[in-house]
């Protein structure tokens, strides 16, 4: 699986994964917004019950190493409807600043009532961006995540580099993002679900099989474990290295601007 | 760093830390004992399971847990699990510290105000420790079941061996007998209500299909 990910990473044409299916690059971007745009509002449910709650122990550890402090600047992008975000917002405390991006506008507006709701609006900027091209400054953030969010983009080499640009010196990039399974075993139970119960709970939930597909497809096409940490270093990151947690389902890697 | 799942050990410091902030919400007269070393820093090194567990005093009301940390401590200890068995326990926690093997690093002041602290509450670990554990391997496992084992006894002899397996081999975790009963019945419960799910939504595509075809 992992060799056909990097060999199309390589091909050299105007198409891209959409899940498994082959699309124009162009139309990728439109295709990710649609899925999510029909996810949006059923986002934080569907979260929960596909990943029996689980999907808050990795957010829990990834803020942990995110070794966040008062007064830092963290971007979260793809950050979606802001799970992480308002954890931030409480560690940067009120001389800190938590910048929510994602390219898609329904996710930030489910977003933003969420983190009103939960009062943490303060420290909060909310900014559509894409993360191939971010619209920061450079060496401007402490700290950058991005959770779920790198399978989605089309060309993840150039949103590595936009990050690196953005981080200052020493500052770091967390990349949570489901990875490949380190058993065998784990593997076909893992296909097993995410092929036959995940769409069938998306279909039953929000109505929407095929979204729920796409996501299924889309794991599987992101790059393994030790492909990402290359493509990590071949942008230009430092020590990098990465944690396997529920046994290499997910993976979240870390590395520091030099 | 461990080698534990993070995941899991995760799971593990959610319950406790849940926990132990209920336990002391509902204890008024520790919040001002807390509050006076709030901001500390608290690194426990447990060599027989080789982990390492930070205790940060948010404030008078809140603890937290972490797995990983890169602040600098202000106490950090190192010892057995017997050690801190003994000392959790101790009713003279200072002396304890003294005359067992755990080594100090820094003060030893937030480390005997909390143990003297949660030495007088009473605390119940084990629901929250059990449901967000539940949650963990529920996961990773009950998907499975449905292709990988038939129902009935063998399946639940089967699966027991299998998570016992997980428990002591990944989380190096031993729950007591009865919490791991109810979590495989909990498990069970589960993978049924996925499978009954599945079949509700097979006969809601196949009738949707037969009108598709008849129109
Ligand atoms: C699965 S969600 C993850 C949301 C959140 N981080 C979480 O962990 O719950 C993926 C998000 O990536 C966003 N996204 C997709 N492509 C993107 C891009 N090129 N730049 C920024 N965000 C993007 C989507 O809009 C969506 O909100």
Known sequence: MNDEATSNADRDDDTTDFGYTRVDREAKAGMVRGVFDSVASRYDLMNDLMSGGVHRLWKRFTIELSAARPGQTILDIAGGTGDLAARFSRLVGPEGKVILADINAAMLEVGRDRLIDKGATGNIEVVQADAQALPFKDNSVDCITIAFGLRNVTDKALALRSMLRVLRPGGRLLVLEFSKPTSALLGKVYDQYSFQILPAMGRLIAQDADSYRYLAESIRKHPDQETLLGMMEDAGFGECRYHNMTGGVVALHQGFKP | ?215
Not at chain 2, 27 to 40: I, K, M, N, R
């Open chain 2, 1 to 215: 760093m461990t080698q534990h799942d993070p995941a899991l050990l995760s799971a593990a410091l959610a319950g406790a830390e849940q926990a132990l902030n209920q336990a002391i919400s509902l204890a008024p007269h520790s919040h001002q004992e807390l509050d006076a070393v709030s901001g500390t820093l608290l690194g426990i090194e447990v060599t027989t399971l080789d982990l390492t567990v930070y205790i940060e005093m948010v404030t008078g009301t809140d603890v937290r847990l972490m797995a990983h940390c890169e602040r600098e401590t202000d106490a950090f200890v190192r010892g057995t699990l017997e050690d801190f068995a003994a000392l959790a326990t101790s009713n003279d926690p200072a002396a304890t510290l003294i005359n067992s093997g755990i080594e100090l690093e820094g003060s030893s002041a937030s480390l005997i105000t909390l143990q003297q602290v949660i030495a007088r509450m009473e605390i119940d670990w084990e629901a929250p420790l059990v449901d967000i554990l539940g949650d963990v391997a529920g996961h990773q496992i009950a998907e499975g079941l449905r292709r990988f084992f038939r129902w009935g006894e063998g399946a639940r002899a089967s699966l027991k061996r299998q998570v016992s397996e997980y428990l002591l081999e990944e989380g190096r975790l031993t729950p007591p007998k009865p919490e791991l009963e109810h979590f495989y019945d909990a498990v069970q419960s589960v993978a049924m209500r996925v499978e009954r799910a599945q079949n509700q939504v097979e006969k809601l595509l196949a009738k949707a299909a037969a009108r598709g075809t008849s129109q």
